[in-house]
């Protein structure tokens, strides 16, 4: 049973433009959300997050935006960059589970010259 | 840089053997979760620890494994007669209270059972 669903594995960018990956959740209880990034052979790295109070949440060059209704959100990263290669994962957390954080399948994002 | 610490990086056990994995949370934080990621897999969370308590371990399997996180101490987690399917990589990570979403992660222990 996966709960938090990341449908594209990959993703290929070209420097300067937008990327744009995606995650869907079917959990009603997830209450907060966060994307973590993951280089090879290292641990995740936390990126940014959001709560289900808001819709969107900003840092820099990485925008987190959230539709309650669809059970989806998604992160933007502009101007993508070269270090920004990496595999992305989304979590979630639900209400009462003192921060267990469940995990999507992750998306490698490839962002090329 | 006092970061979440695991060790070893890499842990090479037989088939039957004992496997431990180490953590040093944060400084100051108090909390600790495990993680295993299975190749091509996202990580799927196993444990939740404070000090010298388990609060929730839904994600253990029910025989071999166990964790702990003593008063004094990393926490370890202990595979215990170790089969093929064991391996993977296994991430603690730490936050400094209860309710804190964010969880900083270490490097990982890459567990191979051959």
């Known amino acids: 049973d996966q709960q938090v669903k990341q449908n594209s594995p990959s993703l290929s960018v070209q420097e300067g433009r937008i990327s744009i990956l995606n995650c869907d959740y079917t959990n009603s209880m997830f209450d907060y959300f966060l994307w973590y990034k993951k280089y090879p052979a290292e641990g995740p790295t936390f990126l940014i997050s959001i709560s289900s109070i808001k819709d969107k949440n900003e840092d820099g060059r990485f925008t987190v935006f959230l539709n309650k209704s669809a059970k989806h959100l998604s992160l933007h990263i502009v101007p993508s960059q070269p270090g920004d290669s990496a595999v992305y994962f989304c979590?979630?957390?639900?209400?009462?589970?003192?921060?267990?954080?469940?995990f999507g399948t992750g998306t490698r994002l490839q962002v090329t010259l | 840089n006092a970061g979440v610490m695991q060790n070893p990086r890499h842990l090479v056990r037989r088939r039957g053997q004992e496997a431990r994995l180490r953590c040093s949370p944060m400084k100051g934080h108090s909390h600790v979760y495990w993680y295993r990621q299975l190749p091509e897999e996202g990580l799927k969370f196993m444990v939740y620890l404070q000090k010298e308590n388990i609060i929730d371990e839904s994600g253990m399997p029910k025989e071999r494994f166990s964790a702990e996180f003593p008063k004094e101490g990393p926490s370890i987690l202990r595979i215990q007669q170790v089969v093929r399917g064991d391996s993977a990589a296994y991430f603690c990570a730490s936050s400094p209270r209860e309710g804190a979403y964010e969880q900083y992660f270490g490097p990982g222990t890459r567990l191979t059972v051959t």
């Open positions: 979590a979630a957390s639900a209400i009462g589970t003192a921060s267990k954080l469940t």
